[in-house]
């Protein structure tokens, strides 16, 4: 969050210039307006101390922002910002190179510290030959932004020079382009994309006392992001939940393509390293005034890890695919509105050394393991999510009422066993006394084991089940379900009905 507000003003400048005044021919001027106003509606002060016109260039000079939010406060000063008329009636728009940005961060409280200092960081943004060009007509305004970098460096902490901490910690984005476009006043139609070729980030510091030493270094490839949305009135980023209120909506999304992390670290008694890597992923995120989804993924994951913690070698974890994604409603609503969870984990695995430590004779299968579990239903706020009174008054209540839940797939895979399931749900809140206090159930839910039992005889075998519990476990087992086709294969039908549960066809409660 506080990265994205320091870019607010510059290469963010895409956000705010391409909004303004929809004529056949964009003025310096009217651009300059526009970035004031609309800055506004995202929380920004921006004033310039200086404004001259020389021909077709309209000079800025010390342009400053100022934004807060929450405690933290984000200022910079840009020197100049030059706004040059073109022949074809848009505006090219350049910056100086480099300009510096503090910002202070509040510190969250606790027992030793009720009242702590401010975190204060300088920073350096560098955008050097960054170029955008804004244009328009009575329908719609557009601005191109290309830099071939943008970086933002710490500079200082709590008025230490980096230098002096032996700290370098910065980010760097390479072959930045996009653009953006606006439509509409009052109601305003929002749509803009977003590439860069790499994103790199190196952090690194010694201890001056203990010489201690961390290194860390990440970069991704290939990022590109799209997003499109309608801004309301006057309401934007400064009052989000007002905005979505009012009938603000926005969608986005982001990929990027392989990614690697490395990591080390030393002092007097410790040290180890790491490194990970993914063949890409995604996040998607969709706000209205109605509903929130949120939801993305990784591909193609593995992570190594050695120290002198470390029992062995060295520790191995990968896995194929891990995505999520929740989809919630967010205000009341005479009608049940949509809801959905996901949760995947594909082929998981860990090393050996790992398994070794409970099952040193490997009795049990060292497969992948694999979890999903996928729902989705049908629900009735009682309060507006969005409004933080109401939340406040919600204590431990339930923020509203469950009416329908779909399980579209349940998979565990683990140690040779199975489990999968699916089924459906629908809950009758005005009973909540049936099923002790849960709304009462009417549906269906199927489920099948395989080598449920196989897995219970190898858990007792290297001690890790007693053997009275394997007894109560198989007897829940018999209770619940029944042999199905194939070897050590188990299925189960759980049926709400009548106020009742049944498991196949026998009723239990």
Do not use: C, H
């Given at each position: 969050m506080t990265y994205f507000s320091t870019l607010a003003g510059t290469t963010a400048l895409a956000t705010l210039v391409a909004a303004g005044s929809a004529q056949a021919d964009v003025t310096p001027e009217q651009v300059w307006q526009s970035w004031q106003e609309l800055g506004a509606t995202y929380g920004q002060t921006l004033t310039a101390a200086n404004q001259s016109r020389t021909g077709d260039t309209l000079k800025l000079q010390d342009v400053r922002m100022h934004f807060a939010q929450d405690g933290t406060v984000v200022e910079g000063t840009?020197?100049?910002?030059?706004?040059?008329?073109?022949?074809?009636?848009?505006?090219?728009?350049?910056?100086?190179?480099?300009?510096?940005?503090?910002?202070?961060?509040?510190?969250?409280?606790?027992?030793?510290?009720?009242?702590?200092?401010?975190?204060?960081?300088?920073?350096?943004?560098?955008?050097?030959?960054?170029?955008?060009?804004?244009?328009?007509?009575?329908?719609?305004?557009?601005?191109?932004?290309?830099?071939?970098?943008?970086?933002?460096?710490?500079?200082?902490?709590?008025?230490?020079?980096?230098?002096?901490?032996?700290?370098?910690?910065?980010?760097?984005?390479s072959d930045v382009a996009g653009t953006y476009r606006t439509e509409g006043t009052d109601t305003r139609s929002i749509t803009n994309d977003f590439t860069a070729a790499v994103a790199e980030m190196t952090?690194?510091?010694?201890?001056?006392?203990?010489?201690?030493?961390?290194?860390?270094?990440?970069?991704?490839?290939?990022?590109?992001?799209?997003?499109?949305?309608?801004?309301?009135?006057?309401?934007?980023?400064a009052d989000m939940a007002a905005a979505l209120q009012a009938g603000a909506a926005s969608t986005g999304s982001f990929t990027y393509g392989p990614a690697?992390?490395?990591?080390?670290?030393?002092?007097?008694?410790?040290?180890?390293?790491?490194?990970?890597?993914?063949?890409?992923?995604?996040?998607?995120?969709?706000?209205?005034?109605?509903?929130?989804?949120?939801?993305?993924?990784?591909?193609?994951?593995?992570?190594?890890?050695?120290?002198?913690?470390i029992p062995f070698p060295q520790f191995n974890m990968s896995y194929?695919?891990?995505?999520?994604?929740?989809?919630?409603?967010?205000?009341?609503?005479?009608?049940?509105?949509?809801?959905?969870?996901?949760?995947?984990?594909?082929?998981?695995?860990?090393?050996?050394?790992?398994?070794?430590?409970?099952?040193?004779?490997?009795?049990?299968?060292?497969?992948?393991?694999?979890?999903?579990?996928?729902?989705?239903?049908?629900?009735?706020?009682?309060?507006?999510?969005?409004?933080?009174?109401?939340?406040?008054?919600?204590?431990?209540?339930?923020?509203?009422?469950?009416?329908?839940?779909?399980l579209d797939q349940l998979?565990?895979?683990?140690?040779?066993?199975?489990?999968?399931g699916d089924g459906s749900l629908t809950f009758d809140n005005s009973d909540t006394t049936t099923f002790g206090g849960v709304p009462a159930p009417t549906g269906q839910i199927d489920l099948k084991l395989v080598g449920g039992n196989a897995l219970i005889d190898k858990l007792v075998s290297i001690g890790i089940v007693p053997q009275d519990q394997a007894m109560a476990a198989r007897m829940m087992l018999g209770l619940f379900a029944r042999p199905g086709e194939g070897e050590?294969?188990?299925?189960?039908?759980?049926?709400?009905?009548?106020?009742?549960?049944?498991?196949?066809?026998?009723?239990?409660?």
């Open positions: 840009i020197p100049e910002v030059n706004l040059t008329q073109r022949g074809d009636g848009t505006v090219e728009i350049t910056m100086s190179p480099e300009f510096p940005v503090e910002m202070t961060i509040p510190n969250e409280p606790d027992a030793e510290n009720p009242a702590p200092e401010p975190t204060e960081l300088a920073l350096a943004l560098r955008q050097p030959g960054m170029v955008m060009v804004a244009g328009g007509d009575d329908l719609a305004t557009t601005l191109a932004f290309d830099a071939p970098s943008t970086t933002i460096a710490v500079t200082e902490v709590d008025g230490v020079s980096a230098r002096e901490m032996n700290l370098t910690a910065e980010m760097t984005m952090f690194a510091m010694t201890d001056p006392e203990t010489k201690g030493k961390v290194n860390v270094r990440a970069s991704a490839t290939d990022l590109k992001g799209t997003s499109s949305g309608k801004m309301v009135g006057t309401l934007g980023m690697t992390l490395e990591f080390d670290f030393a002092d007097a008694t410790d040290k180890g390293k790491g490194s990970a890597s993914a063949a890409g992923g995604n996040l998607d995120v969709s706000m209205s005034g109605d509903s929130l989804s949120y939801g993305g993924g990784t591909k193609n994951v593995s992570l190594t890890l050695s120290g002198s913690q194929a695919e891990a995505a999520f994604q929740l989809l919630t409603p967010v205000t009341t609503s005479e009608e049940p509105q949509d809801f959905r969870l996901l949760t995947r984990l594909v082929n998981f695995k860990v090393s050996d050394e790992i398994w070794a430590m409970f099952d040193p004779q490997a009795q049990l299968p060292r497969d992948p393991a694999t979890l999903v579990l996928d729902a989705k239903g049908k629900a009735r706020l009682d309060i507006d999510l969005l409004d933080p009174k109401q939340v406040e008054t919600l204590g431990e209540k339930a923020p509203g009422q469950i009416e329908a839940l779909d998979q565990l895979t683990i140690a040779g066993a199975d489990l999968t050590d294969t188990l299925t189960s039908t759980l049926e709400f009905k009548d106020k009742g549960f049944y498991a196949n066809g026998q009723r239990l409660q």
